[in-house]
């Protein structure tokens, strides 16, 4: 089992920058890859980033491709998403999720932090 945690979203104008951290707690963390999805109002939940577990290898939608960058600190049992030139289209909520790269599986979940981007 694996507990995520976001934190760090929050109310940001367009073109400025905010960083998501994401604490896992339970066995593992380095074994799993690591994704951040997103869910806008009244759209479907779509991947943002993943991040191989020993963080070597790291792909991003190409909505955000450029912009953001996701990174992890297994010693911290944490993963990050550094989210700059924000949008007001980057507006959702904010989940991370450990799972498999492979298989695109991802069964453990956070609860989600709200990002707004005002224009």
């Known amino acids: 089992q694996v507990r995520l945690v976001e934190s760090g979203g929050g109310l940001v104008q367009a073109g400025g920058s905010l960083r998501l951290s994401c604490a896992a707690s339970?066995?593992?963390?380095?074994?799993?890859?690591m994704g951040w999805f997103r869910q806008a109002p009244g759209k479907e939940r779509e991947y943002v980033a993943a991040?191989?577990?020993?963080?070597?290898?790291?792909y991003y939608a190409d909505s955000v491709k450029g912009r953001f960058t996701i990174s992890r600190d297994n010693a911290k049992n944490t993963v990050y998403l550094q989210m700059n030139d924000l949008k007001p289209e980057d507006t959702a909520v904010y989940y991370c999720?450990?799972?498999?790269?492979?298989?695109?599986?991802?069964?453990?979940w956070g609860q989600g932090t709200q990002v707004t981007v005002s224009s």
């Open positions: 991040i191989s577990w020993s963080g070597a290898n790291t």
């Open positions: 339970g066995r593992s963390f380095s074994t799993y890859a």
């Open positions: 999720a450990a799972g498999n790269m492979v298989t695109g599986l991802y069964p453990y």
